[in-house]
């Protein structure tokens, strides 16, 4: 992905519209072997955690994930209810290379990640968990997402204590044995050693480009797909990095 839009401001809403759907389409037939016969834009439908943490009282907990470009990924998570707050940025290599330029090399250990601060009386870690299996990327793709290839696009979950790591690969393995996907989900689960912000200019990207060809091509399809697949999690505003002025 790039930053630039050299043809985005040109884009017209019937441009951007059909592209949608062709995005639907596409993605739903790549990532779960969808025939003809049936509706271009599915997303599974997946079953709730077996193992999960319960809704209770306490502060807000913050987890680590990484799907791909991480424009998407936080448009997704800011629209899920009891989030509190989605920053992008870089997991998995050492300070001194959390940049986009160089995280871009792909040589970093780094990911596009986000890390999502969540109030657990409104939605559990599983939840979330489950949002970022169904609709926020494709969990059977290694190492690439969509059209951007590289290790900094796998599919990880970063965990920061025991808790984390049990229900994630719990998730992992109740998902392999309902035979969900058409291929072998290849989501790593990895301890969680630093988490660093991405450059401002990446935070909110979705929201503030939202004609931008590769936003509409990939990522939009992500956010009605939340809507339609999982309501009960969907809010309607979604919870910015920087407050609107």
Request: with cysteine; aromatic share 10%.
């Amino acid at each position: 992905m790039s930053a630039s839009t050299p043809f985005g401001y040109f884009m017209s809403r019937a441009a951007a519209v059909a592209l949608i759907g062709l995005a639907a389409w596409t993605l739903a037939s790549h990532r779960f072997g969808i025939t003809s016969a049936l509706s271009a834009d599915l997303a599974p439908s997946l079953p709730v955690p077996t193992l999960d943490n319960p809704k209770a009282t306490g502060a807000p907990q913050t987890m680590v994930l990484a799907g791909g470009c991480f424009w998407g990924m936080q448009g997704v998570f800011e629209h899920v209810k009891g989030v509190q707050r989605v920053v992008a940025g870089y997991s998995g290599g050492s300070k001194n290379t959390a940049s986009y330029e160089t995280v871009s090399s792909g040589s970093t250990g780094h990911a596009e990640s986000v890390q999502i601060t969540f109030d657990p009386q409104v939605v559990s870690y599983g939840e979330i968990l489950r949002v970022y299996f169904s609709v926020a990327h494709d969990p059977t793709e290694l190492n690439r997402q969509g059209p951007d290839e590289g290790t900094q696009y796998r599919s990880s979950i970063f965990y920061a204590d025991a808790q984390q790591q049990k229900i994630a690969l719990a998730y992992i393995a109740q998902l392999e044995q309902a035979h969900i996907y058409k291929h072998k989900i290849v989501t790593r689960v990895d301890p969680l050693s630093g988490f660093y912000p991405a450059e401002g200019y990446h935070q909110d990207y979705l929201v503030n480009n939202p004609q931008q060809p590769y936003i509409v091509y990939n990522d939009l399809p992500k956010i009605a797909n939340l809507k339609r697949v999982l309501p009960d999690l969907w809010r309607d505003q979604p919870v910015l990095v920087v407050a609107a002025k």
